[in-house]
């Protein structure tokens, strides 16, 4: 079965500093993974996506994350941190083959950005 | 134009009551989804469905029903509602279900709280 860790419940970063938010995957075969924000009483939005193309993508707002198969890794970065950043953040793995078919959601990391 | 919208956005209620939230989406999908997100910001997929066709239920309570009279459409019914039942569900839609990279667009939530 697939999975998601989120290993930080909560980053705090200041402005204009690089952001790093880390999460593990598990999968029994080559998973397509995604990451998603949500802002304040807002909906979920896409920020990128992984299919097994280019390990290194890039999304939206000038957030970007590297697929590392070794390390069952997908951190999410952003070179510096901008105050509409501060969302709460989800990695997501999804369970194509699985009986679910579906996205499973990691348990979010609540990015706060200090001016 | 809203790609995935709800109504309404926000809900009370009393326990034991009946309630219906809706959700359309104008993508021309082929899967809806419902998911709820509980008070730790944690998402758990409930339904999907795909050409009218229940695809997964998760061990959700049969008190939760899932009806979508078309394909642009997936309402989620809610008999005897309970304390538990508050939480902010989220309607999403996919091109299909089951594809590797099986993006899914959200809609902006509703927020149901049970009194």
């Known amino acids: 079965a697939q999975s998601v860790t989120q290993l930080d419940s909560h980053v705090s970063v200041s402005e204009g500093t690089p952001v790093l938010l880390r999460c593990n995957y598990s999968s029994s075969y080559s998973p397509s993974l995604f990451w998603y924000v949500q802002h304040p009483n807002k909906g979920l939005q896409l920020l990128l996506k992984?299919?097994?193309?280019?390990?290194l993508v890039k999304g939206i707002n000038g957030f970007e994350a590297e697929f590392k198969k070794s390390e069952t890794s997908f951190h999410l970065t952003k070179p510096s941190a901008h105050m509409s950043d501060a969302a709460e953040y989800f990695c997501v793995v999804s369970d194509y083959l699985g009986s679910q078919g579906n996205l499973i959601f990691g348990k979010g990391t609540k990015l706060s950005v200090k001016p | 134009d809203t790609a995935v919208s709800q109504t309404p956005k926000y809900l009370v209620t009393q326990m034991g009551n009946d309630k219906s939230i809706k959700c359309e989406q104008n993508?021309?999908?082929?899967?809806m989804y419902w998911y709820k997100q509980d008070s730790k910001k944690f998402l758990k997929i409930m339904f999907s469905?795909?050409?009218?066709?229940?695809?997964i239920n998760e061990t959700v309570p049969n008190r939760f029903s899932p009806k979508s009279p078309d394909k642009a459409h997936l309402n989620l019914h809610i008999n005897s509602l309970e304390l538990g039942d508050s939480a902010v569900y989220f309607c999403?839609?996919?091109?299909?279900?089951?594809?590797?990279?099986?993006?899914?667009?959200f809609g902006p939530g509703t927020r149901l709280t049970v009194l």
């Open positions: 999403a839609s996919s091109q299909d279900y089951g594809r590797k990279n099986n993006e899914q667009f």
């Open positions: 993508l021309g999908h082929d899967t």
């Open positions: 469905y795909n050409n009218k066709e229940l695809i």
């Open positions: 992984y299919t097994s193309a280019a390990t």
